[in-house]
């Protein structure tokens, strides 16, 4: 007879977000959550060269079910450059959630 003890995780000492929590079990069972795992997750799914430079400020739903997204650049100069990798942005956005899920990207500085 095995020790059920055993076989319990012991969670880390960083307390864990609810978004976080969950992302990561939806992400184990291969299902999306909604907006706050994109935010939990931005470094992971941009990679460190866009992550580096843009922060999340707002995610809001159209009533099309698609999300306008909201990016603060850390820098006030780099709104150009980031405005030629809305493309770029998109297509990951997109390819993290498995459908056309982004109707506009806009920034803010």
Do not use: C, H
Not at 3 to 19: E, F, L
Not at 20 to 39: H, Q, V, Y
Not at 60 to 81: D, H, S, Y
């Amino acid at each position: 007879m095995s020790n059920p003890a055993s076989k319990i995780d012991v969670r880390g000492a960083k307390p864990v977000s609810i978004s976080g929590a969950l992302g990561g079990l939806l992400r184990i069972f291969g299902t999306r959550a909604s907006d706050a795992d994109l935010t939990a997750r931005w470094g992971d799914i941009m990679g460190d060269k866009i992550a580096s430079v843009a922060q999340i400020v707002a995610i809001k739903q159209t009533p099309k079910k698609k999300f306008n997204i909201v990016l603060r650049p850390v820098n006030p100069a780099m709104t150009l450059e980031l405005s030629y990798m809305r493309d770029e942005i998109i297509q990951k956005i997109n390819k993290y959630f498995g459908y056309d899920a982004i109707e506009k990207i806009t920034f803010r500085k």
